[in-house]
């Protein structure tokens, strides 16, 4: 197929390349071109403005795609743009479970795009979580003939892992920096990196439409990570109310069902068969 990706050039936008790259589909990779990855096999590269309708309409005139990802979709103006300059069968937006009001079991249902008042705007005009909703809201209301998949995902963790968030517990812990842990008896959901790429490229054939969660099976709390860290370290954390704000702070306790995405075939990862490896690397990181 000839698949298009809108980003792709960084963390889990790169492994859904790659796995694309070995499925044999024909990959064009859309970026301003600041990143540089080095893919496992030659892909297309346009250099493009996401944002920019002008440029958008200038790089995909005349030109047709089986299916196409967007991972930079974080606005109801991004979808517009997308999909009124990108001609395609099949369009792919990545979401995020900041769509919903978290709880245990959290289901797609729990969240419907076609109820949210659609606001035309830019990035500028909402926050992370209010400018997903409103891009699935247009991507619904304003598309309704498109076919096309949500991905909902949760904080994604890998060691290609710009935000460094998870690394910030183990630093912290290794180094015996205070820190300001709100919820450490909360159950938080993750996913990998690599898991990303490979359910976003399995959904290229699936039949799959509308919303869809995807994280990996079960969850572990904060206090986990932290009493993890101290055995891997030797060294006792130290939580104070005074220390440095901890970056999972404001999670409630939540988890995500994944039945949509196992009915269709595809079947997550367990947490804990990846989780702690990762926690062994940023350990081995901190010394």
């Known amino acids: 197929m000839k698949i298009l990706v809108l980003g792709g050039t960084r963390f889990f936008g790169v492994h859904l390349v790659n796995t694309l790259l070995l499925q044999g589909h024909e990959v064009a990779v ?68 900041s769509v919903y009001e978290l709880k245990e079991n959290t289901r797609e249902k729990d969240y419907d795009p076609y109820q949210e008042t659609l606001i035309w705007g830019g990035r500028s005009a909402f926050d992370y979580g209010t400018g997903k909703r409103q891009a699935e809201a247009a991507l619904v209301q304003a598309f309704p003939e498109q076919e096309s998949v949500m991905v909902r995902f949760p904080v994604v963790l890998g060691r290609d892992d710009y935000t460094e968030r998870l690394r ?56 986990e990570i932290i009493r993890y860290m101290e055995e891997k370290t030797g060294k006792k954390a130290v939580l104070s109310p005074y220390g440095e704000e901890a970056p999972y702070n404001g999670f409630p306790g939540f988890s995500i069902n994944t039945e949509k995405a196992e009915g269709a075939g595809y079947h997550f990862s367990g947490l804990d068969t990846w989780i702690y490896r990762l926690l062994d690397f940023y350990g081995e990181m901190e010394g």
Do not use: W
């Open 30 to 97: 859309a970026t301003r071109g600041n990143a540089k990855p080095r893919f496992i096999a030659p892909v297309e590269e346009i250099r493009v403005d996401r944002i920019r309708e002008e440029s958008m309409r200038a790089a995909f005139s005349g030109r047709e795609f089986d299916v196409a990802y967007d991972d930079l979709a974080y606005c109801s103006n991004d979808v517009k743009t997308a999909l009124e300059t990108v001609r395609c069968r099949r369009y792919i937006m990545v979401s995020s479970i």
């Open 168 to 223: 910030f517990y183990a630093a912290h812990t290794a180094k015996e920096i205070a820190m300001q842990v709100e919820n450490e008896n909360c159950p938080v959901s993750f996913i990998s990196a690599e898991e990303c790429g490979r359910f976003l490229a399995f959904l290229a054939d699936s039949s799959l439409e509308g919303p869809v969660n995807a994280a990996a099976s079960g969850t572990i709390t904060v206090g």
